[in-house]
């Protein structure tokens, strides 16, 4: 039987599903969390096989002994997974120290993690990638805007969404953000691209290869809705581009992926850009070596009438899966704002979209700022009727 230790299993609030999937294949789930057993949802309680509650999973040493402990009373570690970016570093050095060689260690993390290192990847993929500038000082800044010319791009080379990410247009912004960027970040400056978010989301198996492919496009600039406190609106694709499917296989290939559900992010261009390609084209953006965040499974579950909690579990497992893709459809994430008004209620959205809507709620707080505060996911048959479902919900008084 194999150990599996799930690091942070009650966030987000749905990953207890991956774990359940992995106790029905067999496995000794063993989570590691900072919140108190009693408090966790009976769902999850009922996936695992033993948690180990910490003050803090902040604290490494206390996530170091809880590892150690369950070692001593289980045996060897076969996998350690958090499936989340905010964790994707300290995982890798807990299995490292704890000799767990099915993922990331700790030497792969540079080139999955600092966004300067992902583009000679990508580019090895043969996909374009934007010009950069490792942010030094205001002399070295102006000196890149004479190569590239404004606007710009300035987040972290190591950061998780669209933290600290802002849009420079001219040289007195470019002073205010040298003034104000936080010193102990290493900043990424990067040219302009005028495109759509689109991504490649696979389950990989140990040889890597895809088990399962799809993808989704975001309707809504992740660093407009954080900074400016917009609407989200994203959705998972009824049928994977032949394109973006073709550079998601050379990513994993370029990036050596193996046994793990990815995120890999591009633009597709909306204009021609010298030096990067023709309008409709792809263009490389980010790696994610962990599912999209948020409710984004749950979205590729009703999207294509599947379970990719199973399949991924399956991958570690068995190293494939029999779980079948049924029908597919579009399906649309709209994420509503508390401190704007909207023309329809709540119930009158949900009223509206009986026969379409999969899930609606609140949002936590720890993920409102980038996702907003009140969410709807729906399905559609086609593009027109999600296009619609946007314009009806998010109209404002």
Known sequence: ????????????????????????????????????????????????????????????????????????????????????EYWLERDARFRTDFNIRSGFQIEDIPRIKYKSKMK???????????????????????????????PVIAKPDNGVGAS???????DEEMHEFIMNKWPSITYIMEEYINGVICSYDAIIDSKGEPMFETGNVTHTSLMDVVNEGGNSTYCILKDLPEDTRVAGRAVVKSF?????????????????QEGLGKKGEIVALEVNMRPSGGFTPDMIN?????????????????DHSTKPVGSHQFCAFAGLRDDKHYVMSQEEVLEKYKDH????????????????????????????????????????K
């Open 1 to 84: 039987m194999k150990n599996v230790v799930f690091i942070s299993p009650n966030f987000p609030t749905n990953y207890w599903q991956f774990c359940r999937q992995l106790k029905d294949n067999g496995m000794n789930v063993l989570g590691i969390g900072d919140q108190p057993y009693d408090e966790l949802m009976q769902e999850l309680k009922d996936s695992l096989t033993e948690y180990y509650k910490v003050d803090s999973l902040e604290q490494s040493e206390e996530v170091y002994r809880a590892i150690a402990f369950f070692i001593f009373k289980y045996g060897r570690i076969d996998w350690l997974e958090s499936n989340n």
């Open 120 to 150: 000679e990847f990508y580019k090895k993929a043969g996909i374009p990638v934007a010009r950069y500038h490792l942010v030094d000082d205001l002399e070295g800044c102006l000196d890149f805007i004479e190569e590239v010319g404004y």
């Open 164 to 170: 600290h990410t802002i849009k420079i247009t001219n």
């Open 256 to 272: 050596n992926v193996k046994s793990r559900f990815v995120h890999f992010e591009f633009f597709r261009l909306l204009d021609d």
């Open 302 to 318: 009703f999207a294509h009438s599947t379970d990719v909690y199973k399949i991924w579990a399956d991958m570690i497992a068995f």
């Open 357 to 396: 809507m999969k899930m609606s709620g609140r949002i936590p707080d720890v993920l409102s700022n980038a996702m907003g505060n009140q969410f709807y996911i729906a399905t559609f048959e086609t593009e027109e009727e999600m296009n619609q479902f946007y314009k009806t919900v998010l109209e404002m």
